[in-house]
């Protein structure tokens, strides 16, 4: 019998409301909000310790993302191997994505497990602009977004804005993007707009060890708080139902490797470079 779990959500009437129950009633939930917070999603303890090590260095250097390789943190930091992949693919969001997708076994991209992303108060340029994740052959990625430093987001640091109801397809991006960083992924201003009026928008406060989860198609940015004076630190992940052609696709296109997570455990598929 699996456990109950504790997700935040905003309501059809814009109203922040909180669910514990099943992982098919969250399951439901999700896809009819397509924003949630997991609470106590993974044991706080290897994230807050990654972020310790961590948070220095990629506060000198927030280009480090793209060069750290997370297995020799997991050493900097005193974990065991995988103890950090294993507290985010053995989390309940793992259990909610094989709720959402009927499956026992989920693909997990590699890459972005090795890239954490710092964000600093003082740096808002640095922030992604409105925008999708988007998907692969035609199915919408989820998205899994993990703290790691510091305890808390949303008021003491940089947390995520989303914008609640709008389409669940992909929109056009923007011919004149604004973000020097993240011009390719810019949303089309006029959607961006129009979305701004429409919908609920929402900016939900985390504490380690809880998860952001949504879907590649749900508009979102960076959002620093007036309060935010802390630089935060946080992992994504790409998550997808583990079907034929998604497996090739993240096999193909992953420049690390892939995940293939069951219940209970992982495989870990690297990818050989000839
Ligand atoms: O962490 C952030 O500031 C933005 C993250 C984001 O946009 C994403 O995970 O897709």
Redesign the pocket.
Known sequence: MSKDITIQFVDGAGKIRSLTGTLAAAAARFEESRVVVVKNATPAEPLRRIGAALLGPMRTDPGLRTTIDMFEWERAAGLPSYALFKAILGSSVAALMRAVFHMDSLLVMEH?LHRP?V?LPEAPDQ??PF?Q?GGACGVAMV?G?FLLSPETCGEIA???EFLIGAPDTILPKEGNPDSKTYAWLELSHAERDRLLNECVRWQPSVELGDAIV?KGTVP????FPPTAAAP?L?L?TSIFPNKPDLYDYCVNNDPLGLLVVGNGSFDHIKRVRQ
Not at 220 to 223: A, D, L, V
């Open positions: 972005n992303r964000q922030g992604l925008h994740d998205r977004w940089p947390n995520i949504f979102h940015r960076t959002n935060r946080s994504e």
